[in-house]
């Protein structure tokens, strides 16, 4: 089960780092995790994306962390606002910092790592504002598949 792969401290470091990230951001960041990718990744992760209603975010800054499991695939997916504004080869360059912790077996380091970074990006672009509202959950999402 997806749910059982990271444990319950290690989530709560994820989630700790989501909560981080959106503090200076009206960004949103999400992280799924399913055993299987059914299909092409890219393709799959914006499935994922749409199904977690990540695309009716108001500026259309959200970002998915998706992770499948069994078959060791990773993306990084941003919205169109987001995309508008990060230079050529950024999510490039936070999933070579997230597969470098993988690598060593560091999956919630590795996950929670590229969550900040993403975060500061997205504060640069989309600051925090005292009347920003958390468009999404910050909980990790499941596919029990």
């Known amino acids: 089960m997806p749910t059982s ?48 209603g990540m695309h009716k975010t108001d500026l259309k800054n959200g970002v998915l962390f998706y992770l499948s499991i069994n078959d060791r695939k990773f993306a990084i997916l941003g919205d169109a606002g987001i995309n508008a504004k990060v230079p050529a080869g950024f999510w490039d360059s936070i999933k070579e910092l997230v597969l470098d912790h993988f690598k060593k077996g560091e999956y919630a380091l590795g996950l929670s790592k590229g969550i900040e970074k993403a975060g500061l990006k997205l504060s640069e672009h989309f600051p925090y504002s005292k009347t920003d509202i958390n468009e999404l959950s910050n909980e990790i999402s499941f596919n029990k598949n």
């Open 5 to 52: 792969f990271f444990s319950a401290a290690e989530q709560t470091a994820i989630i700790d780092s989501i909560h981080k990230a959106e503090k200076n951001t009206s960004g949103e960041i999400r992280v799924h995790i399913e055993n299987q990718c059914a299909y092409e990744l890219m393709d799959r992760a914006a499935d994922v994306f749409a199904s977690l």
